[in-house]
């Protein structure tokens, strides 16, 4: 898979008209590094399956585009003392978290991932970005949950793991007034009907992905903690 500049400024462009934002040039900038040192370590330590340079740009970068707006008009909406921090789990090659750091610079991310081949890479593009608000946690879950207990605004979560198991990890990292984001492609309702405990469905955010005929929906949920 090679990097294509044409491609990438087209679909920078969609995203910017689809999703309503707009870019800085330095943030243009630091999403093109980004999926440059995405597409040269996926070449050796196989972070995605996907392998053609426009799918990689429309299945994971507008995917994770596609929820800023969501994700920042609900954390707006918690009173809370700043920074605000979110833990994004099972974090894999980046997508949401470091496209949500670039674009919501005003909000810390914790990617918590076990694995080493990815938490090396995230700590390279933290670098490599000057990414000030992204944060690299090489833990599992219940690990640094046992020494952290509570300490998010939100959690957040791509193709991580079904929907109940992912509530029970973020019960451990998540203050009572808190979210859960989690970004599914498939219909949902059979995992909604089997959620356990005190959850409350807020909104299932459905998205639109300009020229990717999949289904994608953003579930915000919150803890019954807080009611």
């Known amino acids: 898979m090679q990097f294509n500049q044409l491609v990438f400024e087209q679909i920078i462009s969609?995203?910017?008209?689809?999703?309503?934002?707009k870019l800085s040039q330095a943030q243009i900038d630091q999403v093109r590094v980004f999926i440059q040192e995405f597409i040269?370590?996926?070449?050796?330590?196989n972070l995605s399956a996907v392998n053609n340079f426009e799918s990689l740009m429309r299945a994971?970068?507008?995917?994770?585009?596609?929820?800023?707006?969501s994700v920042d008009k609900y954390l707006k909406d918690l009173n809370v003392s700043l920074p605000i921090k979110v833990a994004d789990l099972g974090s894999g090659g980046g997508f949401p978290s470091i496209v949500l750091a670039i674009l919501l610079p005003h909000i810390n991310f914790y990617a918590i991932e076990s694995i080493k081949?990815?938490?090396?890479f995230l700590q390279t593009i933290k670098i490599r970005l000057k990414l000030?608000?992204?944060?690299?946690?090489?833990?599992?879950?219940?690990n640094f949950a046992k020494e952290n207990p509570n300490i998010?605004?939100?959690?957040?979560?791509?193709a991580f793991t079904e929907l109940n198991n992912y509530l029970e990890y973020s019960k451990?990292?998540?203050?009572?007034?808190?979210?859960?984001?989690?970004?599914k492609s498939q219909r949902v309702d059979e995992e909604l009907k089997r959620v356990v405990g005190e959850w409350k469905l807020v909104e299932n955010v459905e998205l639109t992905?300009?020229?990717?005929?999949?289904?994608?929906?953003l579930l915000v949920m919150s803890s019954m903690r807080k009611y």
């Open 14 to 21: 969609e995203g910017e008209h689809c999703f309503s934002q």
């Open 172 to 183: 451990s990292l998540i203050k009572d007034e808190s979210f859960v984001f989690a970004m």
């Open 152 to 158: 998010f605004d939100a959690t957040i979560s791509r």
């Open 209 to 217: 992905i300009p020229k990717l005929d999949a289904y994608r929906c």
């Open 117 to 120: 081949k990815k938490t090396a």
């Open 60 to 69: 994971h970068f507008l995917d994770s585009m596609s929820i800023v707006s």
């Open 40 to 45: 040269k370590w996926n070449a050796v330590h």
């Open 132 to 142: 000030e608000n992204y944060f690299v946690v090489d833990q599992r879950i219940e």
